[in-house]
């Protein structure tokens, strides 16, 4: 199995600021997934974070609000720009390993 | 897309019963996992099965692939099975997960 740890767990922020969302894996990982689950929903993927090269954004998501960085095999982040209310959800990043997909324990962020 | 259907939505159980959670998908898979989502949020890997039996403590899950569905045996349920249990497909070799919507489980004492 893979073991994930994301930073920070939680967080209140104000409308129109970003928040920068960390994620690290105890294993060096190919694949390195980010998604979003709003509140009382499934989750969604937002993007494939590739190591070496730009993230590929699924459709509705957009590096401009959205954008990524992979810069080692065991390391990404996220960045929630421009915040509005309906950004609060909680953010999973997640690795595939082994042919089964394991998840960080999220982000909740708030946005007022 | 991939379609992924889950039922029911909801389940209400008290504890010992036993349940089934059924996962349905509009097209050809090549993975297919349930997660359970438990009150703090955190997502569990319960089985990676894209087709076949597994069984893991009381926990069993079956996929019929040709016939397109997966079912989530909980027997003997406990409290601590409580939470939201998510099937999730792999249409081609890329590792996105398209997610349905989840059935949400209640185990009363």
């Known amino acids: 199995s893979a073991v994930i740890s994301q930073k920070p767990s939680r967080d209140i922020c104000q409308r129109g600021t970003s928040l920068t969302i960390q994620c690290q894996v105890d294993?060096?990982?190919?694949?390195m997934f980010w998604y979003r689950q709003q509140p009382g929903q499934s989750l969604t993927l937002i993007a494939t974070a590739n190591q070496g090269s730009e993230a590929t954004y699924e459709s509705g998501f957009v590096i401009d609000k959205f954008p990524i960085s992979r810069p080692n095999l065991t390391f990404s982040t996220l960045t929630v720009s421009n915040m509005s209310p309906e950004d609060s959800s909680i953010y999973l990043c997640s690795v595939l390993h082994g042919g089964r997909q394991y998840f960080g324990p999220g982000t909740r962020l708030t946005v007022t | 897309g991939i379609q992924v259907e889950q039922s029911p939505p909801d389940l209400i159980l008290q504890e010992g019963a036993n349940s089934t959670l059924r996962c349905n998908f509009s097209d050809s898979v090549n993975n297919l996992q349930w997660f359970h989502q438990n009150p703090w949020g955190q997502l569990i890997n319960l089985f990676y099965?894209?087709?076949g039996t597994k069984q893991n403590g009381r926990l069993s899950a079956t996929t019929v692939a040709t016939e397109r569905y997966s079912l989530l045996y909980i027997s003997s349920s406990q409290t601590t099975d409580s939470g939201v249990y998510f099937c999730a497909v792999e249409a081609s070799n890329t590792g996105k997960l398209i997610f349905g919507q989840g059935t949400t489980l209640q185990v009363k004492p």
């Open positions: 294993s060096q990982v190919t694949m």
């Open positions: 099965i894209p087709s």
